[in-house]
């Protein structure tokens, strides 16, 4: 039960959009509503950004969204701001005939030009 | 205000039993909307969920550490636990205690995290 795959890096310039892609399988990703995506600073505990695919907590901006298609969840970060440059993680819930668990991806870093 | 503490040593030889409390406030550990995990993150490494339980006792682990690791809950003391065995180098790692929230499957609280070195 490997991490979900995720690119390691992506970079854009301020104001630009990016897209974050979170690869897994039937079992999890794509079997379930249950993917959100957490944004880390160093040092820092990461913060959610998106849950259940689509639905952002209050707070967080309109420029972060979610998406899935098949076995691959989606980050779209528009609007490129500077506080933008930090880790993001995907998160999943994962199911087979063992059990249960949640899975993250293996991170990427977006970096702001 | 929910608050989450992790306690334990932060040093451990290889080969023994990596042992971490969370000491949560704020809440109580009995709810039913709620699961307690942990999540390491070694040096300059990505996240990785260890597992967590309910307060009933039940637990849930990743598939790749569920022959080490053990989460058990004490409820009288608002505290959950982790012990990891037989450590190796690998398992170093910054150590975050959290709360998963049941119904969503997210982890809306997270203590500050203790770095671990596994070392002789």
């Known amino acids: 039960q490997s991490a979900l795959t995720q690119p390691r890096s992506v970079s854009g310039s301020p104001g630009q959009s990016v897209t974050i892609s979170c690869t897994g399988t039937?079992?999890?990703?794509?079997?379930?509503?249950?993917v959100s995506w957490y944004q880390q600073h160093p040092g820092k505990v990461p913060k959610l950004l998106i849950y259940e695919v689509t639905k952002r907590p209050s707070g967080v901006p309109d420029r972060f969204s979610g998406s899935k298609s098949g076995n691959t969840a989606s980050l779209t970060i528009s609007g490129l701001q500077a506080e933008d440059d930090a880790d993001y993680y995907c998160f999943s819930f994962a199911e087979n005939s063992a059990g249960s668990w949640m899975v993250f991806g293996g991170g990427t870093k977006l970096t702001v030009l | 205000q929910l608050q989450l503490q992790e306690s334990g040593p932060g040093l451990v030889k290889p080969s023994e039993t990596l042992p971490l409390t969370c000491t949560v406030s704020g809440d109580s550990i009995s709810s039913s909307s709620h699961y307690w995990g942990w999540i390491r993150q070694p040096p300059g490494k990505g996240l990785e969920w260890i597992g967590s339980i309910y307060h009933s006792g039940d637990t849930y682990y990743n598939p790749s550490l569920k022959s080490r690791v053990i989460i058990s809950v004490d409820t009288s003391k608002n505290q959950f636990s982790l012990k990891l065995s037989s450590v190796t180098a690998a398992d170093t790692a910054v150590y975050y205690c959290?709360?998963?929230?049941?119904?969503?499957?997210?982890?809306?609280?997270w203590g500050q995290g203790t770095l671990v070195i596994v070392s002789s």
């Open positions: 039937s079992s999890d990703v794509g079997g379930y509503k249950y």
């Open positions: 959290a709360r998963e929230v049941g119904v969503t499957k997210i982890i809306d609280s």
